[in-house]
């Protein structure tokens, strides 16, 4: 008779899982740190900011009110937070490197809600107080509500660059 046999083979048992396994990183969208996204978005920030700072400094009387310079402190500081980090973000796209440091991305994270909050709320003084200027008040002709009207603009146009930097590293944090 010839008939075949079956053969056997030896199936190796899989170990068993002693660790969980790794976890999947998320990919770099673009707006985070160390992206082309995210530096456009710290240079969209700093142009609006220097924009706004430029336009409320140019008028004389801003000193007068309280929200103008409260406006001018917001966007020197935004000034210097997003030139820092369109520079670091401009290093690691030449040295092709991410930004997924805890330490940094908890750094950028903060850096980015304080600045955006406070730049928000000055544009929102700022705006409210030449809305009291120009309609209540009836004295745009004395003063220069274009200018802080514009002012008020560029330092909203500047918050909207910083939101999406904020919730994008806020999100990587949150992910790690």
């Not at 309280?66 to 935004?78: D, G, M, P, R, S």
Request: charged letters at 10%.
């Amino acid at each position: 008779m010839d008939l075949s046999h079956p053969a056997v083979h030896p199936v190796g048992v899989p170990p068993a899982l002693t660790q969980p396994p790794a976890r999947v990183r998320m990919k770099d969208y673009q707006g985070m740190p160390g992206t082309l996204g995210g530096l456009a978005l710290r240079l969209g920030q700093l142009g609006f900011a220097v924009i706004s700072f430029s336009i409320m400094a140019s008028v004389n009387d801003f000193s007068s009110v309280t929200a103008f310079c409260y406006l001018v402190a917001a966007t020197i500081l935004q000034t210097i937070w997003s030139l820092t980090l369109a520079v670091i973000d401009t290093y690691a796209l030449l040295v092709r490197r991410n930004l997924h440091n805890s330490l940094l991305v908890s750094l950028f994270s903060i850096g980015d809600g304080v600045t955006s909050t406070l730049t928000f709320a000055a544009a929102c003084a700022t705006a409210g107080v030449t809305v009291l200027i120009d309609n209540d008040l009836n004295q745009c002709g004395a003063n220069q509500c274009a200018k802080f009207e514009t002012s008020a603009a560029m330092a909203f146009l500047s918050w909207t660059m910083g939101a999406p930097s904020f919730l994008l590293t806020f999100w990587l944090l949150a992910t790690r």
